[in-house]
T-cell receptor, first 109, second 114 residues
Framework: KNEVEQSPQNLTAQEGEFITINCSYS?????LHWLQQHPGGGIVSLFM???GKKKHGRLIATINIQEKHSSLHITASHPRDSAVYIC???????????FGQGTRLTINP | ETGVTQSPTHLIKTRGQQVTLRCSSQSGHNTVSWYQQALGQGPQFIFQ???????GRGNFPPRFSGLQFPNYSSELNVNALELDDSALYLCASSFSDRVYSGYTFGSGTRLTVV
């Protein structure tokens, strides 16, 4: 079992729908990241969380430390939101990032 | 402030050859991490350098080695390339003293081994 599990692996929705991507982890963490990866490969950091909730534009990220669970929400989704969304936790002696396998999101017009 | 720059962006090598990938860290960052991302998978931690010393390593063989320079830029070297080394190699920099402020990622180097 991977230390970081995301669901769903693939998600297709219509423009305007509310999107939720989930992340569960099994290790102690100092921070959790939500990242966005476009087809070219570059990764953009969306959020860094250690507790509670953060909001940026149409994106909302929450984390429940006791349940070792985080969610990324996208409101009023748009085709430009289509990308792979990756959950990663900062953990371990070297404080390295441990990544989930990613969720491929496709928003159709 | 500058971001993280990786070079080259794409590379094709033959099995058995050696390759060097380069990464310039973001200004003010002192830690560089390298990750390997196979197609359709999440990135896997290769190793991390902090102030020119390796301070963490993932489950990769010794033919994966690295360096960090005084300006905190970094190299990833892979010897005796194998077909399974074909992947996107990502570099990320961060500041790892008292305050953790997150990572900045490069755009990656896509390595194809034929």
């Amino acid at each position: 079992k991977n230390e970081v599990e995301q669901s769903p692996q693939n998600l297709t929705a219509q423009e305007g729908e509310f999107i939720t991507i989930n992340c569960s982890y099994s290790v102690g963490i100092s921070a959790l990241h939500w990242l966005q990866q476009h087809p070219g490969g570059g990764i953009v950091s969306l959020f860094m969380l250690s507790s509670g909730k953060k909001k940026h534009g149409r994106l909302i990220a929450t984390i429940n430390i006791q349940e070792k669970h985080s969610s990324l929400h996208i409101t009023a989704s748009h085709p430009r939101d289509s990308a792979v969304y990756i959950c990663a936790v900062r953990s371990g002696g070297a404080q390295k990032l441990v990544f989930g396998q990613g969720t491929r999101l496709t928003i159709n017009p | 402030e500058t971001g993280v720059t990786q070079s080259p962006t794409h590379l094709i090598k033959t099995r058995g050859q050696q390759v060097t990938l380069r990464c310039s860290s973001q200004s003010g960052h002192n830690t560089v991490s390298w990750y390997q991302q196979a197609l359709g998978q999440g990135p896997q931690f290769i190793f991390q350098y902090y102030r020119e010393e390796e301070n963490g390593r993932g489950n990769f063989p010794p033919r994966f080695s690295g360096l960090q320079f005084p300006n905190y830029s970094s190299e990833l070297n892979v010897n005796a390339l194998e077909l399974d080394d074909s992947a996107l190699y990502l570099c990320a920099s961060s500041f790892s003293d008292r305050v953790y402020s997150g990572y900045t990622f490069g755009s990656g180097t896509r390595l194809t081994v034929v």
